[in-house]
């Protein structure tokens, strides 16, 4: 989809929902508060009954509401034994399926950690099963962008640098930019200049397109040497979000912002606000 402006979203329904866990009435509420676009957790595993995904599908294009989706947590393209390498790939699958039939055209995970393992070859095993995944989904006749997501580990697979090499390597990959675990992971990256050494990157790496179809994760963080510690709300964490969605506006980016907060649509819609007025 090509959109014109960012849109701003919450990961999983909204906290002021009635059904708390009905994404058809997470999609309602999105669009009853204003908000433009949700994202369909998939954190703890990739059920859902057959009625509520062509349900999400009907009312996210009647309401204009476009969702993206977030694999299980337990993925790892890394892992010791192959089982468990070849039961990642079949998550990443299922949820690519699963997105599909709800019409979701961008879905992100965390692909891997390094185990101690040298990131190089981490990269390679990796690059090796998105191939395959992308393989498989094309039998399938489905078309999705696969979006392993900027981690806030430095014990997890997925820095900026390595997210670019994948793009570039395997064709329906692309960056999920979660730009409060490019903070956390490095200490840096909180600044309006750092922010848009970010974005002329993506744009020189990948081209204009990479910043005309984003898929960015935003939240408050709390980390250490190691990395992220939790998601915060806006106003708890030091991340410098409203120089980001500045420097976002300036470059013309457009896509999706995904807010991570705990209190969900309050810092969506305050992410939303400022970014009209910046």
């Given amino acids: 989809m090509s959109l014109e402006t960012l ?5 999983g329904v909204p906290n ?6 009905n994404p058809i009435e997470g999609v309602k509420q999105i669009h009853a508060l204003g ?9 703890h595993g990739v059920r859902m009954k057959e009625e509520v995904s062509s349900g999400l599908r009907k009312i996210s ?6 969702l993206t989706s977030h694999g299980p947590y337990y993925i790892n393209l890394n892992a010791r034994e192959q089982d468990k390498i070849d039961s990642s790939v079949e998550r990443i699958i299922q949820t690519a399926k699963i997105s599909d039939l709800c019409g979701a055209e961008s879905m992100t995970f965390h692909a891997a950690f390094y185990m101690k393992d040298s990131p190089y070859d981490v990269f390679d095993l990796v690059e090796k099963s998105m191939n395959v995944i992308e393989e498989r989904l094309g039998r399938l006749d489905i078309e999705i962008e696969l979006r392993p997501e900027l981690t806030g580990k430095t014990s997890q697979f997925g820095s900026l640098e390595e997210l670019i090499s994948l793009t570039k390597n395997v064709n329906s990959c692309r960056p999920c930019m979660d730009f409060s675990h490019l903070f956390a992971r490095t200490g840096k990256y909180n600044t309006e200049v750092e922010f848009d050494e970010v974005i002329q990157t993506l744009k020189s790496e990948l081209g ?5 179809n984003m898929h960015i994760h935003l939240s408050g963080i709390s980390s250490n040497s190691k990395g992220d510690l939790k998601h915060l709300n806006l106003d708890d964490s030091s991340f410098n979000w409203k120089d980001l969605l500045k420097v976002l506006r300036k470059n013309d980016c457009r896509g999706y912002v995904i807010c991570n907060s705990p209190n969900l649509e309050d810092d969506a819609l305050k992410m939303k606000t400022f970014f009209k007025e910046a």
């Fill in 7 to 11: 849109l701003f979203g919450t990961a």
């Fill in 16 to 21: 002021s929902t009635q059904k708390k866990n």
């Fill in 35 to 43: 908000l433009d676009c949700m994202q369909l957790e998939f954190a």
């Fill in 61 to 66: 294009y009647e309401l204009g509401v476009p």
């Fill in 208 to 212: 204009e397109e990479s910043v005309k």
